[in-house]
């Protein structure tokens, strides 16, 4: 197994855990709002928690709904409420799969410049033939992980 592949695999391990996350949407007023009147916490006591204003605390929580927040803040804000921000990537499908599309796009576009090709001299694939060359490139861009994988057609 190549080194890509292997470290590909570890972190997919470790994101498998998070993958009940995709479906938690942020609450409507932002996350800090939200835990800090769960709390029963006004704006003003975060406020004397984190040692600054209280108009500071509101444009953190316009900031956050903007996503213009910074992490280093949102990490002092959960701990002023006693959370543990938590900030990562949550794949939407594995990252395998992930690769093998971009392989697929990136093989299909270079089979169709050869096939075109191949036609004009007479030398066509036939659609079986086509599938088969098809899977092997793609298997081939996934094994290798080509520098120009990711890069525009």
Same mark, same amino acid.
């Given at each position: 197994? *190549? #080194? *890509? #592949?292997?470290? &590909?695999?570890? !972190?997919? +391990? =470790?994101?498998?855990?998070?993958?009940?996350?995709?479906?938690? *949407?942020?609450?409507?007023?932002?996350?800090? $709002? +939200?835990?800090?009147?769960? !709390?029963?916490?006004?704006?003003? @006591?975060? +406020?004397? &928690?984190?040692?600054?204003?209280? @108009? %500071?605390?509101?444009?953190?929580?316009?900031?956050?709904? %903007?996503?213009?927040?910074?992490?280093?803040?949102?990490?002092?804000?959960?701990?002023?409420?006693?959370?543990?921000?938590?900030?990562?990537?949550?794949?939407?499908? =594995?990252?395998?799969?992930?690769? $093998? &599309?971009?392989?697929? @796009? !990136?093989? =299909? &576009?270079?089979?169709?410049?050869? %096939?075109?090709?191949? +036609?004009? /001299?007479?030398?066509?694939?036939?659609?079986?033939? *086509?599938?088969?060359?098809? %899977?092997?490139?793609?298997?081939?861009?996934?094994?290798? !992980?080509? =520098?120009?994988?990711?890069? /525009?057609?």
């Amino acid at each position: 197994m *190549n #080194k *890509n #592949k292997l470290i &590909r695999e570890q !972190l997919e +391990a =470790s994101l498998q855990r998070l993958a009940p996350l995709r479906g938690v *949407n942020p609450p409507p007023k932002g996350w800090v $709002r +939200a835990i800090r009147d769960a !709390l029963g916490m006004t704006a003003r @006591q975060l +406020a004397g &928690r984190l040692g600054i204003s209280q @108009q %500071s605390v509101a444009r953190i929580e316009k900031d956050e709904l %903007s996503g213009s927040v910074t992490i280093k803040t949102m990490r002092r804000v959960a701990d002023s409420l006693d959370c543990v921000f938590v900030c990562g990537f949550v794949p939407r499908s =594995s990252l395998e799969a992930t690769v $093998r &599309r971009q392989a697929e @796009q !990136l093989a =299909s &576009r270079r089979l169709a410049q050869a %096939s075109q090709t191949m +036609a004009l /001299e007479d030398q066509g694939l036939k659609a079986e033939e *086509n599938k088969k060359v098809l %899977s092997g490139m793609v298997d081939e861009l996934v094994d290798e !992980l080509p =520098s120009n994988l990711w890069s /525009e057609p």
